[in-house]
């Protein structure tokens, strides 16, 4: 009697998790698209890196411009700060942009005492630039 009793719970044991596999294959086939796209959401965001742009601002002399206003802008995007004691500065976005194709170019302006504002275009994939900067002439 008990190897009947055996046969019997391996023969309902068998049955009840080919009824689950059959619902859960279901449920998961149902779903998939919708998995796709939550995980290819998710792999597209975690991949996305905002923007950074690192350089230097010095004079024509190769000295470093302290304290200069350093402004980029792309799109409707505009980002400032200033260069350090060593002409170093180094910008971030705030968010990283996944959804959007990235500009081409973006534009700087930098402006400090005693130099002539300047205008400089990159490329957005720029990871560094250099901005040399011309003295003013002051003339009485």
Do not use: H
Not at 42 to 65: E, F, N, S
């Amino acid at each position: 009697m008990a190897p009947l009793r055996y046969l019997l719970f391996a023969v309902v044991g068998v049955a009840i998790a080919s009824v689950l596999f059959l619902v859960m294959n279901f449920l998961v086939s149902a779903n998939f698209e919708a998995g796709v796209n939550v995980v290819e959401r998710w792999i597209v965001r975690a991949m996305c890196d905002r923007y950074q742009l690192a350089g230097t601002v010095r004079g024509t002399d190769g000295r470093p411009v302290p304290f200069a206003v350093v402004e980029v802008s792309y799109r409707d995007e505009r980002l400032t700060t200033r260069s350090n004691t060593d002409g170093t500065f180094r910008l971030a976005a705030a968010e990283a942009e996944c959804n959007r194709r990235p500009p081409a170019r973006v534009e700087l302006l930098v402006i400090a005492d005693d130099f002539r504002p300047r205008r400089q275009s990159a490329p957005f994939e720029a990871g560094s630039v250099e901005v040399k900067l011309d003295a003013r002439d002051f003339r009485p």
